[in-house]
């Protein structure tokens, strides 16, 4: 009989999160209840004490299925010792159900890999953490199966559960086991006219479909968005824009913005034949559309108003930047607050991951007037019931029940793809909120504000914000790559044949006014300067005569400076000055090429000279003998 097979549904004690400071006499028995917006069932943490039971993702609603036989009895006290954890961590439920996810994939691998005895004793545990360390590099480097980030995370959850269960040996079942490296990578910041055309689309949205329910207009509700416009029914899916064509709605002329005649609804391609079938299926659409402009708080009205509550939250995201874990708990009072008085125009908010630290969002002029809007539809959508938020969740069971949440942190995400390709092209891109505080930031520093006020506004420090949202729009990164590369190409034209003039010979070619450098743009990564030589590729004065000559002091130079590159200890600022200078005399050497086949067979003739064969010019020679002594080249 298979392990399966033996696997049965065990008593189980369901508690909160208040509830597991008590002790229990059977912690094998417990099961957490967190908030049903993090997970429904309540997360199994008796089941750790079955070293036999189901590992698999899907959660079962009575509980993990186990092996009774394989019960260990010392597992309790690390069961207590995960209890006390998620009761005195001061966790939000969301991260205990992330906590306990890894907590759980380093259990099933120590009990699925021999290591059952992994909590029994602190050799056993070092044995165990050493393999699992090796376990998770074979899945990132061997198979590819796992990223360096959930890696990085599930080796220091191995971790803290040994500082937890074993507290002063964790030290030593740790020491000299290297933790995985993972750099978190930040999210780019969004093209500005995504965000432009996003911003449009959500202003459109809300304003539109809010002054439609409220004025209890009839169906088909027609909406202009960024100069195009929609046809919406009141049948789910019946939404006509240039994006979503509407193909397999035979019941409706979207163009007309009417129910299809007879003739229409066989001229559509639709399979039913039958008269008396199609003029009962049109009765019955033309039925639908009559209730929806009967009742005002249709299904289908609610269903826009929804659609426009989200676009306002989506707004105030943009306006605020505030993280979605601080927007959600924004409160009603508080705006009605702002909405009348003179003085407060900022919401607040709890930061949980700065120890509760207040956070404080000013929402502006065009912030006011849009929070005013949004109260008459919010007002609009209670109906007479109350919500303590300022932005809430309509409960749906099929249909609307009529009672009001707390917002998801993933709203807007939701929220996007109920617009991408009905009000968004099929292939528009998302702008979650670490996105938009990413461009908020940079939109303040084109600005001109103080690095300071820019943090202050984001709620976070100055060194979060310079090393985390620093990083430039796409247009910016396309437009100074262009810059750069139009500077590099305009390096090509120093190159010139031999006259009769002669010109002041230098170590990497030759110059026109020696002594007086002149920058080729405004930054350059090396200034010119006729003593060292280095910059005078970003001089105006430069010229590279297409002769052995010149090749060779550009190639000596290019070689010199490669060999820094690969061997300094500050590989950024070697990278910075040298890299590009690289590619400059690779343009450079190119140009010599295309004057004729005899000038490309010299180039080449001389790379090989200078890169196989390490022959330099005696200067460039000079200079690297020189690094070599100092132990910068090896």
């Known amino acids: 009989m298979s392990d399966l097979d033996q696997m049965v549904i065990r008593e189980t004690d369901v508690v909160t999160l208040s509830q597991l400071g008590q002790d229990f006499l059977y912690p094998e028995r417990l099961r957490l209840k967190l908030d049903p917006r993090a997970i429904k069932s309540p997360i199994d943490i008796g089941s750790f004490a079955y070293s036999v039971r189901y590992m698999g993702v899907r959660s079962c609603r ?26 005195t961590g001061g966790l939000r439920d969301r991260s205990i159900l992330g906590e306990f996810k890894s907590f759980k994939f380093v259990l099933d691998w120590c ?36 990223k360096p980030i959930s890696c990085f995370a599930r080796q220091r959850a191995f971790k803290l559960l040994i500082g937890l269960h074993f507290k002063d040996g964790a030290d030593y079942i ?8 993972a750099n978190r990578k930040s999210p780019e910041p969004p093209r500005e006219d995504n965000v432009k055309s996003y911003i449009n689309v959500c202003i459109d949205v809300a304003s539109r479909f809010s002054s439609f329910v409220m004025s209890g207009e009839p169906f088909p509700c027609r909406v202009k968005f960024s100069g195009l416009e929609a046809v919406v029914f009141p049948i789910y899916g019946a939404t006509l824009t240039p994006y979503s064509n509407g193909k397999r709605l035979h019941c409706l002329n979207l163009v007309e913005a009417r129910v299809a005649t ?12 039958k008269l008396d079938i199609i003029r009962r299926s049109l009765g019955d659409t033309q ?10 708080r249709h299904e289908q009205r609610m269903r826009l108003a929804s659609m426009s509550a989200s676009a306002y939250a989506c707004l105030f995201i943009l306006i605020t930047g505030a993280n979605p874990s601080e927007f959600v708990q924004f409160e009603y009072a508080e705006a009605l607050e702002i909405e009348r008085s003179a003085i407060k125009k900022e919401l607040t908010a709890v930061k949980f991951r700065a120890k509760g630290r207040t956070t404080r969002y000013p929402i502006g002029r065009k912030g006011l007037q849009l929070l005013r809007a949004y109260l008459k539809l919010r007002q609009w959508m209670l109906n007479g019931q109350s919500c303590e938020y300022l932005f809430f969740r309509m409960r749906k069971d099929g249909v ?15 929220f996007f793809r109920r617009l991408r390709g009905v009000y968004l092209p099929p292939d528009a891109k998302n702008i979650p909120a670490s996105a938009v505080r990413k461009f908020k930031s940079l939109v303040l520093h084109e600005l001109r504000v103080s690095p300071s006020l820019v943090a202050e506004s984001l ?54 006014d020696f002594n007086h450098p002149v920058q080729t743009r405004e930054e350059v990564p090396i200034q010119p300067n006729c003593e060292t030589q280095y910059g005078c590729l970003y001089c105006e004065n430069y010229m590279c005569h297409a002769d052995e000559e010149d090749v060779h002091k550009l190639l000596s130079l290019q070689y010199v400076a490669n060999a820094v590159r690969k061997t300094t200890a500050d590989l950024q600022h070697a990278e910075r000055l040298f890299k590009d200078l690289s590619i400059r005399i690779e343009f450079i050497l190119e140009a010599v090429s295309e004057r004729s086949k005899e000038s490309s067979t010299l180039v080449a003739e001389v790379k090989y000279r200078v890169q196989k064969l390490g022959d330099l010019t005696p200067f460039w020679e000079r200079r690297l003998q020189r690094y070599e002594k100092v132990g910068v080249v090896f």
């Open 62 to 87: 009575e509980g993990v299925p186990v092996v009774i036989g394989s019960f260990i009895s010392g597992r309790r006290m690390l069961v207590r010792t995960i209890g006390d954890y998620f009761n």
């Open 111 to 146: 009990d699925a890999s021999g290591h059952v005895d992994a909590f029994d004793n602190v050799k056993s545990a070092r044995v165990a953490y050493k393999g699992f360390r090796e376990f998770l590099l074979h899945q990132i480097l061997a198979l590819g199966k796992l």
């Open 174 to 181: 740790t020491r000299g086991v290297p933790g995985i490296k």
């Open 262 to 273: 007879p003739e229409e609804y066989m001229a559509s391609g639709a399979r039913v034949s």
């Open 287 to 296: 039925k639908t559309i009559d209730e929806a402009n009967t009742d005002l």
């Open 400 to 414: 609307y029940s009529g009672e009001y949440s707390q917002l998801n942190e993933n709203f807007s995400s939701a």
């Open 459 to 512: 709620n976070h420090s100055q060194r979060t914000n310079a090393s985390n949202y620093s990083e430039t729009t796409v247009e910016r990164q396309e437009q100074e790559f262009g810059i750069y590369w139009e500077a590099v190409r305009k390096a090509a034209e120093v190159v010139r044949e031999r006259g009769a003039k002669e010109e002041a010979a230098t170590v990497v070619g030759h110059c026109e």
